[in-house]
């Protein structure tokens, strides 16, 4: 599982046009992961960078301002690591 990308309060006008359209795409999403979002969001940047360039350098500023959120996703263990978990338990 990858990072979910959450969106938080809406985007307002001092943000950077790209930043807006950043969390714009995030907020019809639900939760978005970084690759599903630079694959939403090609084409409707104007730049001459590659997109998730464009995601990342924007990214601290809009998690620090509120507008994003990031999900960390929970580590599985592996199932052998389970099995002998349980049958230590028994």
């Known amino acids: 599982m990858t990072d979910q990308i959450i969106a938080g309060k ?3 006008e001092k943000l ?3 930043a807006r359209e950043i969390v714009k795409a995030v ?3 639900h ?3 970084l690759d599903r979002l630079a694959t939403k969001l090609d084409g409707k940047l104007k730049t001459k960078q590659p997109v998730k360039r464009i995601i ?3 990214m601290p500023r809009l998690k620090k301002g509120g507008y994003l ?3 960390h996703a ?3 263990e592996p199932r052998s690591k ?8 028994a």
């Open 10 to 12: 809406p985007a307002d």
């Open 69 to 71: 959120k990031v999900a």
């Open 56 to 58: 990342s350098f924007y």
């Open 16 to 18: 950077p046009p790209q």
């Open 27 to 29: 907020r019809a999403t």
């Open 31 to 33: 939760g978005v992961t």
């Open 74 to 76: 929970k580590k599985q």
């Open 82 to 89: 389970k099995i002998h978990a349980s049958a230590k338990a």
